[in-house]
């Protein structure tokens, strides 16, 4: 999807889910600006039993000036509804009459969205925020030839910016949680209200919320033997969350915990770790498997648990539930400590696989030097920085993913090719000017290039979780390098190198045979 396809409408609805967050209120308005740059009719609404009525929230409405109204269920869309931050005939947003329906949003896809007659659907799951789903579509809008520049200049625009990027600060714990390198763009959006932004950070609590911290700190369960908490706040701003749980997370004796309230619809959990065995991110995920969704940070992370699909599905209550999960992802988790790690004693388990003849993508770096000098890449496991030359080389891998490496690495291991790319892009490749931010999109630089050298692994399939920790067994409260902790699920595969047997790391199931195939022994 293109924002540009919204052009062929004229008569446009833009609804936030009932008692809309700030995420919600950022991506409808910057949605809003947009289509009224188009010169399209435009109205940006919002339903449901109650209307807004947090502090910040009201702030925020009125230091940007944003034409938010609330409208009953009765209210009927012209021509086209577009859902943000929500999805179309979920239980967070009230069904509106409408002939037409789009859908832009970064929860996880419900199920009944494949059942829907929908104009598009554009769903980022692994987006931090809505927010970020919209500055992107924003930012890539402003590259396309036909755009009209009061559209190119949206996204400088700095109360656009500042709409976003609160609604990606509030939906991420303060950007705690952020990870996808399209959170990590709005975050560095260079122009925004500062004035204005510091307002709305300053005024999340008022005395009742701190009565609900207050009660939530009484209400602790304390698990001594797994070093583990549950708590329990009342219905609050899901930011609150994050604060008691960071609260939590200074306590000496935790490794980890989770604060959970109930909603009318969910239970809302924010989830912390401060010990290397557990990421906070896995464990949401593993707490919400199969009744909701959660994801974040290693260090900290939430998720929502559907409150009716839990019922149909579990008898006990939500505190032994929370527990028993973390239990079960524990104790279901292998552990290896590379420092520990003997191959040869279990040679006998793994089998020996060569990589396949991809064809990739690669960019001289000097292809980029009338840009920038010093280039940025922001990439799912953090950002990478590198300067133009004539020895490096960018690399593009099968998921559009970028990383640097040096020219010989380069004619060591690959070679220019004729063969089409086969690369899918959920992230538009991408690099910044790191001296003023800009950013320049580089698709069209990537050129063919293949495997010329021969790669060989051992690699056996996982039977269960299992977490490689690159570092000695130590003591739980030292520094631990949660940069060399990796993770593979059951199915995925244990892999090591053929000349390297210490190089010990996971490979998705998901992408093992699209790269690995077993060698005839």
């Known amino acids: 999807m293109k924002l540009s396809d919204l052009k062929n409408y004229h008569d446009i609805v833009i609804q936030c889910h009932d008692i809309p967050d700030a995420d919600a209120i950022g991506?409808?308005?910057?949605?809003?600006?947009?289509?009224?740059?188009?010169?399209?009719?435009?109205?940006?609404?919002?339903?449901?039993?109650?209307?807004?009525?947090?502090?910040?929230?009201?702030?925020?409405?009125?230091?940007?000036?944003?034409?938010?109204?609330?409208?009953?269920?009765?209210?009927?869309?012209?021509?086209?509804?577009?859902?943000?931050?929500?999805?179309?005939?979920?239980?967070?947003?009230?069904?509106?009459?409408?002939?037409?329906?789009?859908?832009?949003?970064?929860?996880?896809?419900?199920?009944?969205?494949?059942?829907?007659?929908?104009?598009?659907?554009?769903?980022f799951s692994n987006y931090g925020s809505c927010?970020?789903?919209?500055?992107?579509?924003?930012?890539?809008?402003?590259?396309?030839?036909?755009?009209?520049?009061?559209?190119?200049?949206?996204?400088?625009?700095?109360?656009?910016?500042?709409?976003?990027?609160?609604?990606?600060?509030?939906?991420?714990?303060?950007?705690?949680?952020?990870?996808?390198?399209a959170d990590k763009d709005l975050r560095s959006a260079a122009d925004y209200n500062f004035e204005i932004f510091h307002i709305l950070k300053s005024s999340n609590f008022n005395i009742d919320e701190l009565n609900v911290i207050s009660r939530a700190l009484l209400s602790?369960?304390?698990?001594?033997?797994?070093?583990?908490?549950?708590?329990?706040?009342?219905?609050?701003?899901?930011?609150?969350?994050?604060?008691?749980?960071?609260?939590?997370?200074?306590?000496?004796?935790?490794?980890?915990?989770?604060?959970?309230?109930?909603?009318?619809?969910?239970?809302?959990?924010?989830?912390?770790?401060?010990?290397?065995?557990?990421?906070?991110?896995e464990l949401a995920a593993a707490i919400t498997k199969n009744v909701g969704n959660g994801g974040g940070h290693i260090q900290k992370a939430g998720g929502r648990i559907n409150i009716q699909d839990f019922c149909r599905q579990y008898s006990e209550n939500i505190d032994d539930f929370i527990y028993h999960r973390y239990i079960e992802f524990y104790s279901q988790n292998d552990f290896?400590?590379?420092?520990?790690?003997?191959?040869?004693?279990?040679?006998?388990?793994?089998?020996?696989?060569?990589?396949?003849?991809?064809?990739?993508?690669?960019?001289?770096?000097?292809?980029?030097?009338?840009?920038?000098?010093?280039?940025?890449?922001?990439?799912?496991?953090?950002k990478t920085e590198l300067v133009v030359s004539p020895d490096t080389v960018i690399m593009c891998g099968i998921r559009g993913?970028?990383?640097?490496?040096?020219?010989?690495?380069?004619i060591q291991k690959y070679c220019e090719c004729d063969a089409p790319l086969d690369i899918k892009f959920d992230y538009e490749p991408r690099v910044y000017n790191t001296l003023n931010n800009e950013i320049k999109l580089i698709r069209d630089y990537i050129i063919p290039c293949c495997i010329n050298s021969v790669s060989n692994i051992y690699a056996r399939k996982l039977t269960r979780t299992t977490r490689i920790i690159r570092s000695a067994k130590q003591d739980r409260r030292q520094q631990y390098q949660y940069e060399n902790y990796m993770t593979g699920l059951k199915d995925d595969y244990l892999a090591v190198s053929e000349n390297n047997n210490s190089d010990l790391y996971t490979i998705s199931n998901e992408i093992f045979d699209m790269i690995y195939t077993k060698v005839d022994q």
């Open 401 to 410: 993913e970028l990383y640097p490496i040096s020219k010989e690495q380069f």
């Open 220 to 281: 602790i369960k304390f698990y001594r033997d797994e070093h583990f908490a549950i708590l329990k706040a009342l219905d609050c701003d899901p930011n609150i969350l994050g604060y008691i749980s960071d609260l939590c997370n200074r306590t000496y004796e935790l490794n980890s915990c989770i604060v959970y309230m109930e909603m009318p619809n969910a239970y809302k959990i924010s989830v912390r770790s401060n010990c290397k065995e557990i990421r906070a991110n």
């Open 27 to 123: 991506s409808g308005y910057a949605l809003y600006c947009y289509l009224s740059s188009a010169g399209k009719k435009v109205q940006l609404v919002y339903s449901g039993t109650a209307e807004i009525s947090k502090v910040n929230l009201k702030l925020m409405i009125e230091k940007l000036d944003i034409p938010l109204k609330f409208v009953d269920q009765d209210f009927i869309v012209p021509e086209l509804l577009i859902t943000v931050d929500c999805q179309y005939g979920s239980r967070n947003v009230t069904q509106l009459k409408a002939p037409k329906v789009g859908i832009i949003d970064h929860h996880q896809e419900d199920r009944h969205i494949k059942e829907l007659k929908l104009e598009f659907c554009h769903i």
């Open 131 to 181: 927010a970020s789903v919209i500055y992107q579509l924003i930012l890539l809008n402003s590259f396309e030839k036909d755009c009209y520049e009061e559209e190119r200049q949206l996204v400088k625009n700095r109360d656009i910016n500042t709409a976003l990027l609160y609604g990606l600060y509030m939906d991420t714990n303060e950007f705690s949680e952020i990870v996808h390198p």
């Open 336 to 382: 290896i400590y590379t420092n520990d790690f003997d191959f040869a004693a279990v040679r006998d388990q793994f089998e020996l696989y060569t990589k396949r003849k991809l064809v990739l993508g690669y960019i001289p770096s000097m292809a980029l030097k009338d840009f920038a000098d010093n280039l940025r890449i922001e990439t799912l496991e953090g």
